[in-house]
C-alpha cells in the first residue's frame, strides 16, 4: 500500500507530495472498513434493531455508515500529512505528535457542529414557546448567552431520548433530540437541560480536550517505546524503516488500540465524574428532582440501571440509572417544601 501511494504521488507535481498520506490511508480504510463491517453491522445494526432502539432499514443506515467513512478519509487526510510532517522531523516525534492530535481534536469539535453533523440529520430551531420559553429561562438564569435551542431529528435513526451540547468558541449550541420532544414532559425536558448547561457552564469541552492531551500523551509515550522497540526487532522483516515509514501506521494503530483499552476505566471514569457534575449542576439549575429521576429510567432502555460498584467504574461513561436517581431524591429530601411538578 505505501508502495503504491509513493508511485501515485510520483506521478503528480512535487507540491502535492503531501497527497502521499492520503492515498495510503485511502487503502487502509478501505481494508479496515471491510473486515471491521460484520461487527460494524452487528453493532450498528442488527443489534440495535433486536433491542426496538433502531428506526432504520438497512439502506439508509449503509448510506450513514457509507457518509461517514467519507468524512474520515477527508479528516485523516488533513491529519496525517500534518502528523506524519512532524513524527519525521523531529526526535520528540511523541510530545509534538500528540500536539497535533490535541489540536486535530479541537478543530474537529469546533466544526463538527456546523459542518459533519448536519450530514447526518437535520437541526431546526425550537419553535415551540411553551418549552422553548422555560429552556431559554433557564439558560439566562444561568449565564448562558444563547438565543436559540435547537431541535435534532434524532429519530430518523434512534428512538433513544437524548440531548447534547457540542462546538466550542462560535459553534457551541444547545441541541435536544425529538424523541426527547415527543415522549418527555417538560419537568423531565427541563432536568435533562439543566444537565446539558451544566456541561456548558463547567466548562467540561475544555476540561475534556486537557484531559484528552494528558491521555494522548502518555500514549504516545507508550508509543515510542513500543513501536521503536517493535521496529528494532521486526523492522526488517515487516519492511517498515521507523517512526516516519507510512506502512508503520497499522502497528501504530494497533499499538494505540491497546493503550485505550487498557485505558478503558481511567476514559470512562474521567467522563462519568464530569457527567455527574452536570447532573448535580443539572438538578439545581431545573430544581426538578423528579423529571431527573424519570428520564434516568427512560434511559434504562439502553443502559444498565442497577451496575455493580466495579461495573460501573469500569464500563459506564454515565453514572448508572440508579446512582442518578439515588441522586435525584437525595436533592429532594434536602430541599423540603419545594413544590415540584411532578412527571406524568
Ligand atoms: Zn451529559
Redesign the pocket.
Known amino acids: 500500500m505505501r508502495d503504491r501511494a509513493e508511485r501515485l504521488a510520483g506521478m503528480l507535481p512535487g507540491w502535492l507530495g503531501w497527497l502521499r498520506a492520503p492515498f495510503y490511508w485511502a487503502q487502509l480504510s478501505a481494508v479496515i472498513a471491510v473486515l471491521q463491517f460484520p461487527l460494524a453491522a452487528y453493532e450498528g445494526y442488527f443489534r440495535e434493531h433486536k433491542y426496538g432502539l433502531a428506526t432504520q432499514t438497512f439502506g439508509p443506515w449503509l448510506g450513514d455508515q457509507v457518509k461517514l467513512f467519507l468524512v474520515n478519509l477527508i479528516m485523516f487526510s488533513i491529519l496525517l500529512p500534518l502528523l506524519y510532517a512532524v513524527l519525521r522531523r523531529s526526535r520528540q516525534w511523541w510530545l509534538w505528535g500528540s500536539l497535533v492530535a490535541v489540536l486535530f481534536q479541537t478543530f474537529g469539535a469546533l466544526i463538527a457542529p456546523v459542518y459533519i453533523f448536519p450530514l447526518f440529520n437535520t437541526f431546526t430551531k425550537l419553535e415551540d414557546k411553551s418549552i422553548r420559553g422555560p429552556i431559554l429561562s433557564l439558560a439566562r438564569a444561568n449565564g448562558i448567552e444563547v438565543d436559540d435551542v435547537y431541535v435534532m431529528d434524532a429519530s430518523r435513526q434512534t428512538t433513544r431520548v437524548s440531548a447534547n451540547v457540542s462546538g466550542m468558541m462560535g459553534t457551541t449550541r444547545i441541541t435536544l433530540n425529538d424523541n426527547l420532544l415527543k415522549r418527555c414532559s417538560l419537568p423531565e425536558i427541563e432536568a435533562v437541560m439543566g ?2 448547561m451544566g ?1 456548558y457552564v463547567l466548562h467540561h469541552n475544555y476540561k475534556g480536550i486537557v484531559f484528552f492531551g494528558l491521555l494522548i500523551a502518555l500514549g504516545f509515550g507508550f508509543l515510542r517505546v513500543s513501536f521503536d522497540g517493535a521496529v528494532r526487532r521486526y523492522g526488517s522483516t515487516w519492511g517498515v524503516n521507523g517512526i516516519g515509514d507510512l506502512a508503520g501506521l497499522p502497528a501504530l494503530m494497533l499499538l494505540l488500540s491497546v493503550y485505550f483499552f487498557v485505558m478503558t476505566p481511567v476514559l470512562n471514569s474521567g467522563t462519568r465524574i464530569e ?1 455527574a457534575e ?1 447532573d448535580l449542576f443539572g438538578l439545581n439549575a431545573s430544581r426538578q428532582p423528579d423529571g431527573a429521576a424519570e428520564i434516568a429510567l427512560k434511559l434504562g432502555e439502553y443502559r444498565k440501571l442497577n451496575p455493580g460498584p466495579l461495573e460501573e467504574m469500569i464500563f459506564f461513561d454515565h453514572p448508572s440509572g440508579r446512582s442518578r436517581i439515588e441522586m435525584a431524591m437525595r436533592f429532594k429530601a434536602e430541599n423540603p417544601g419545594e413544590n415540584h411538578l411532578s412527571s406524568p
Do not use: L, Q, S
Open positions: 444537565h446539558e456541561h457527567e452536570a
